[in-house]
């Protein structure tokens, strides 16, 4: 027989809240999400990271393995049962209600003219341009008779509760009810209300929107409109669309209020399974394909995608990179919001570490650590002899390291960022480190093999177009540093922004753009880097830090 339970609240921010749950030994995470508490349940709820992590203060758990586990403890919500009354404390960085850092702001490198892919009319004379991505969404609220981009809108991908990386939800969408669950999610609850918000910034009603265009990568867009992906996580990886497909409001169950189910939405063309319309944009948006040198187009995101044109020919490839640049897998990984960690500097003799935090938080109010802090750790904390080229401590060094700064867990040594003894203190272990230099190591193999098959140096690249929302905060000699762009002059980078949502403005903009897409989609040599034999190889190397 099913019993109320009372779980009381406590919250790092606001004031404590007691709910009553009903069913016994309900998932925590589940019962917190139902009564407004969702959690970054990042790994899909399979126990694989810390991100819903909450303090138990009083009653006890029971843990998905059958174990009981008294206060005081931290668990893992989406592991943990309830078992009685509880009381437990909720970290700030555990909850999904934050505000992430959404990016919106881009460069556009080719010249277009006005001449909108929607006719305005009296009635009708405003449209939207959308950039669905994994971890985050963006929306542009554009006036089509004078190309004014009127409002901005952007928040998370509701479907991140369903995992944090495209072959999770891949896998998640094997269930029929799942897959309905994760198109609502980034319709309904998405997409649907930032379109809202940015009608409600412009005070422009919703059904003066004439229509839409939607970039995103591949996965993205089959969730969008309901279609199985499953056949995107089996070789030979085969999509069920690639082409630009115009679709309407009513198809994907998007309201908007009083949008009209008719309301056209032109979804951009893809390359590839892992190659999609957001890389399509950005070869576009960034004029790339008309340079005179040798260019490199780099997205890291959720996936590491990278293109090389040379003499107009374009050739690409996509690199299993992992979302640890958006703190996922990490110890202290958050994503880039307010109080996350964004600037590291080490030294060691004499020791010093300073850090700085995304809207100036206070250190020790600092709620984890975000990518561009990551990268800035590698760099200085290899230059300054703390960690080998390994990516492991210095034993020698680490002794230099004050007792304030040091916490070992289970023989795993991990350096404290901000001096603080509170468990949830933001901190670098050994693990963190080789997560990072995994995911960096697929990047700079992607980069080094693409080069290759070209037959070039990166020195004869004159350009590299760093794409993406993590590039606009990214210490770019640290980045070359340690590797995530090997061989490559702090001159040669240029940071371009979201050019997945310029490309779609672009396509809303100036209705020529889409044929030119489709003719990069059909033109773009795919390189499968599991079948070139020295990738294995290249990654292996660049899994050191030289």
């Not at 922004?497 to 773009?524: C, F, H, V």
């Amino acid at each position: 027989m099913s019993r109320s339970t009372t779980i009381r609240i406590e919250p790092e921010q606001g004031d404590p809240v007691e709910i009553h749950a009903e069913g016994g030994t309900r998932v925590l995470s589940e019962v917190l999400s139902a009564h407004g508490f969702p959690l970054n349940t990042r790994c899909g709820q399979r126990g694989l990271c810390r991100g819903c992590e909450v303090h138990v203060r009083d009653g006890e758990v029971m843990l998905d393995n059958q174990t009981t586990v008294q206060a005081p403890a931290r668990v893992q919500a989406c592991r943990a049962r309830l078992h009685g009354p509880l009381t437990i404390g909720l970290p700030l960085r555990s909850r999904l209600d934050h505000h992430p850092a959404v990016g919106d702001t881009f460069e556009v490198g080719v010249p277009f003219s006005l001449d909108p892919l929607y006719l305005a009319t009296d009635s009708c004379d405003t449209a939207f341009a959308a950039d669905i991505g994994t971890t985050t969404v963006a929306v542009l609220l554009v006036d089509l008779r004078t190309g004014e981009v009127l409002s901005r809108a952007g928040g998370f991908n509701a479907q991140i509760r369903f995992g944090d990386n495209v072959l999770t939800r891949i896998d998640a969408a094997r269930e029929r009810d799942v897959l309905v669950a994760m198109q609502a999610a980034v319709v309904k609850e998405t997409l649907e209300v930032l379109l809202i918000e940015a009608c409600k910034r412009a005070s422009r009603e919703p059904d003066r929107i004439a229509g839409g265009t939607i970039a995103g990568n591949t996965t993205m867009l089959h969730l969008l409109v309901g279609e199985d992906p499953t056949s995107l996580g089996i070789a030979p990886f085969t999509p069920g669309f690639l082409a630009g497909r115009k679709i309407t409001a009513a198809a994907i169950h998007l309201n908007a209020a009083v949008l009209a189910p008719e309301t056209p939405i032109q979804l951009l063309p893809g390359i590839a399974a892992y190659i999609g319309a957001d890389i399509t944009a950005g070869i576009y948006a960034t004029g790339m394909l008309f340079d005179d040198e040798p260019s490199l187009l780099v997205d890291i995101g959720t996936n590491g995608e990278i293109v090389l044109q040379r003499s107009g020919q374009l050739t690409a490839c996509a690199t299993a990179a992992g979302p640890a640049f958006e703190g996922a897998g990490l110890r202290c990984g958050t994503r880039a919001r307010s109080g996350a960690v964004c600037d590291v500097r080490i030294a060691l003799d004499p020791w010093g570490v300073e850090v700085k935090t995304i809207g100036d938080v206070r250190d020790d109010r600092a709620t984890g650590i975000c990518g561009s802090a990551y990268i800035d750790f590698l760099a200085t904390a290899r230059r300054c002899g703390l960690i080998r080229e390994t990516g492991r401590f210095d034993r020698s060094a680490w002794e230099h390291v004050p007792q304030s700064h040091r916490r070992t867990d289970d023989e795993e040594l991990a350096l404290l960022l901000t001096g603080s003894a509170d468990p949830g203190a933001p901190c670098v272990s050994e693990v963190d480190v080789a997560v990072l230099l995994q995911a960096k190591a697929a990047i700079g193999a992607g980069i080094q093999t693409l080069l290759h098959s070209a037959g070039i140096q990166p020195s004869e690249v004159t350009k590299v177009y760093l794409a993406g929302g993590f590039g606009m905060h990214l210490n770019v000699p640290n980045a070359i540093e340690i590797g995530l762009l090997p061989g490559f002059h702090p001159d040669q980078i240029q940071v371009v922004g979201n050019t997945s949502l310029a490309g779609s403005l672009l396509a809303l903009l100036d209705k020529t753009s889409l044929a030119e897409m489709q003719a990069i989609r059909q033109r773009t040599n795919v390189v499968e880097l599991n079948l070139d034999e020295d990738f294995e190889d290249r990654y292996i190397e660049n899994l050191m830090l030289l």
